[in-house]
């Protein structure tokens, strides 16, 4: 599930110890971050690759996905077959939103970690998804302001100027 290039991953965290006074995260210092693990040139790629991600899992998906979800909790209770449609359908209406990867992901970690034998709800459900969707928002963001500093002429220009006084200072 994770679609940032390893040693992007970094410069997209807050910075834990860094105590100037200054922002937990901004870009320029992520881009230096990049720039040290040879990164910078993904910024774009990854960013495109994550809005890509973010696209929601295809109807026909939960229709291969959640009768098996239901059989896997169900098979040892009756139930009235309307009742697999109208769940399917409900539970694919308040799942539809989500991006593909984190809804596979978090329907596979609900059942993992279900402690009553009882199927995991939509709650349960979208309190291990909603994170990662705002995980990934946030990242898009962050990549979004890395490609404006990026695009930036003085902002690249002071970019510059601070790489050649790190090289200087070998």
């Known amino acids: 599930m994770r679609l940032v290039t390893p040693s992007l991953h970094p410069a997209l ?5 860094v105590f100037d006074g200054g922002p937990a995260w901004n870009p320029e210092r992520a881009l230096d971050l990049a720039a ?9 790629t990854t960013r495109r690759d ?3 991600a973010m696209t929601p899992a295809p ?19 009756e139930a009235d077959p309307r009742a697999l449609t109208v769940w399917m359908a409900e539970t694919a ?18 059942i993992q970690t279900a402690r009553h034998g009882f199927m995991p709800s939509i709650g349960e459900i979208r309190q291990i998804a909603d994170p ?4 990934r928002v946030e990242q898009i963001q962050r990549l979004i302001e890395m490609e404006a500093a990026l695009e ?12 050649k006084r790190w090289e200087q200072a070998k």
């Open 13 to 17: 965290e807050d910075s834990k110890f």
């Open 36 to 44: 040290r693990a040879g990164t910078e040139h993904h910024v774009a």
């Open 50 to 52: 994550l809005e890509t």
């Open 59 to 77: 109807p026909t998906w939960y229709g291969k996905r959640l009768p098996v979800f239901w059989t896997l909790f169900m098979a040892s209770r």
């Open 93 to 110: 209406h308040l799942l539809g939103d989500l991006p593909h990867d984190i809804v596979a992901h978090s329907i596979d970690r609900a």
């Open 132 to 135: 990662l969707v705002a995980s």
């Open 152 to 163: 930036d002429p003085d902002a690249s220009a002071a970019r510059s100027d601070r790489r």
